[in-house]
């Protein structure tokens, strides 16, 4: 057995059975590897940013990793930014990086490179094979990182790949989770009520975290808000509404004013995400004590319902009632397309949201759509929509998946559309098509820049020439509209959700 065949075999055995590849020359004989362990799948993408974001949006919806095939030191830069969301996101990744043969590293050819230093970055296990008897036990450590909530990177040189002497080798069995003691649980109790609020993140804002957290605000009038950015959230109809904080400082700042207690359950302390001229980055009021009940690595759900249990055993936890919004008539604008998304949502829908400025009212109208689950933009790198709806679709072949999508966000992945046809993947994707980096305008004047000149705003505009998304999504092989009215984009949507294989929408809207 040579190296490469050692390491898919073990990943394989370790439950990584997904692999989403941009290889090149180095990686050759893990490609040809593939045709021996057929357990595994392998799914090519044609930018590295779209390997590393699938497999981002795959581990989110199972829990378990996904594995990246990555060329060098380049493959790896390229495709650094929707790793640096799936490390916000605490996303298990076992991220493969092919390197030149321990032989030829001396030799500095072009695509030489410090893979180690680029990984390390977005990675909390870095590792370099140097042998390849020793590669299956690299690979099983690999995993066994990456399960504990983190990208796990190793650099796989190829004589390591080609050489025989490979072994597959046991994947150690997944740590337990860790518990918070009985006692920290008693002190968050001590503090509940109109003036607490508990902050959530992680497995707090999957179901029966939002349960257990919506049965202690019942009972004690504890507020509840979430994470601006959550990996995945579940919501809709007969769960347990939480108000993510906005984004905006300002905002932010509204919605914790008059707070004394915050309660940290699986989350950060809030920050504005950028820094504003005459303005405190730290959200939380100075006069409010922060407190922890977990950490993102501890049991939230465990803490909540030991919380719920001890401070409102018989509160009934208030949860949102089926409904959805008429659909619109007239101009396409955002409030008009929330209400098409939340009036057709289908069951079980699995939405990616990218839709930035065009997704503000995205929340109010499918609260009451039926039960969902919502992936957001956590780390902020825009480009991961649409390949995290590549993966969560991979992931989840029965589920449909919606990928509500910014224009100017979309160009830096867009090479997603590809993978999704020829995997035959359900993802509609809906391009919130407004011809502008809208968010920008409003930064512009945030950090008291001069705004309103020519040569500025042709830095915030899309146009000139205008983006063809039909003709792009078309050129790549999926189905592509364009709505320009409320009832075109109803009428596009709904016809979208009930064909088979990817769709892509080109959403109109008014311009910037």
């Known amino acids: 057995m040579n ?20 290889p090149g020359t180095s990686e050759m004989h893990f490609v040809a590897a593939l045709d021996d362990v057929p357990e595994m799948r392998a799914v090519l993408t044609l930018f590295e940013g779209v390997a590393t974001g699938a497999a981002d949006g795959y581990a989110r919806m199972t829990g378990s990793p996904a594995a990246t095939l990555l060329h060098l030191g380049p493959g790896m830069g390229n495709g650094i930014a929707n790793l640096h969301n799936a490390r916000r996101a605490r996303t298990p990744l076992v991220n493969v990086v092919g390197d030149h043969a321990l032989t030829h590293k001396r030799l500095d050819a072009p695509l030489e490179s410090d893979i180690d230093a680029l990984a390390g970055t977005v990675s ?37 790949s080609w050489s025989e002497g490979g072994a597959r080798a046991a994947v150690p069995a997944r740590r337990p989770t860790p518990q918070v003691p009985a006692a920290v649980v008693e002190e968050i109790a001590g503090v509940l009520g109109g003036s607490t609020v508990l902050f959530l993140g992680g497995d707090a804002v999957l179901e029966p975290g939002l349960r257990a957290a919506a049965q202690v605000a019942a009972g004690t009038g504890t507020r509840l808000l979430s994470q601006r950015s959550p990996a995945r959230m579940q919501r809709g109809a007969g ?33 504005a995400f950028f820094g504003y001229p005459g303005m405190d980055g730290r959200l939380v009021p100075d006069d409010c004590t922060v407190h922890v009940l977990t950490t993102p690595a501890e049991d939230g759900v465990a803490a909540l319902q030991a919380l719920a249990e001890l401070a409102a055993p ?3 936890p208030q949860v949102a009632q089926a409904r959805r919004p008429e659909l619109p008539t007239g101009e396409l604008d955002t409030r008009a397309l929330a209400e098409v998304v939340g009036a057709l949502l289908p069951e079980r829908a699995i939405v990616v949201d990218e839709a930035l400025t065009s997704g503000h009212f995205l929340p109010t109208a499918t609260v009451g759509s039926p039960a969902h689950d919502w992936l957001t933009l956590t780390g902020g790198a825009i480009g991961q929509g649409m390949p995290v ?42 391009i919130c098509d407004n011809s502008a980096y809208a968010i920008l305008a409003g930064e512009l004047a945030a950090v008291g820049a001069a705004g309103g000149g020519e040569r500025a705003g042709k830095l915030l505009d899309l146009g000139g020439p205008a983006l063809d998304f039909v003709a792009l999504a078309t050129g790549m092989g999926v189905p592509a509209t364009r709505a320009t009215t409320a009832e075109e984009l109803a009428e596009q949507f709904r016809t979208a959700l009930v064909e088979p ?3 892509l929408i080109d959403a109109v809207l008014p311009r910037g």
């Open 3 to 22: 190296g490469a065949q050692a390491v898919i075999r073990t990943l394989v055995g370790g439950g990584v059975d997904v692999c989403f590849a941009n």
């Open 124 to 160: 909390g296990w870095v590792r370099r094979s140097l042998a390849t008897s020793q590669v299956g036990a690299d690979t099983a450590d690999a995993v066994a990182a990456a399960t504990r909530g983190q990208v796990a990177t190793l650099v796989l040189p190829a004589d390591v």
């Open 239 to 271: 769960l347990p509404d939480v108000l993510k904080l906005p984004y905006p400082p300002e905002s932010a700042r509204k919605q914790l004013d008059g707070v004394r207690h915050l309660v940290l359950v699986g989350a950060a302390e809030p920050v």
């Open 314 to 316: 018989d509160a009934t």
């Open 389 to 430: 709806a590549t993966g969560a679709a991979v992931a989840c072949p029965d589920r449909p998946v919606v990928s509500l999508q910014a224009d100017g966000s979309a160009m830096y992945t867009i090479q997603a559309l590809w993978t999704q046809a020829r995997e035959g993947l359900d993802v509609t994707t809906v």
């Open 501 to 503: 294989g990817p769709h």
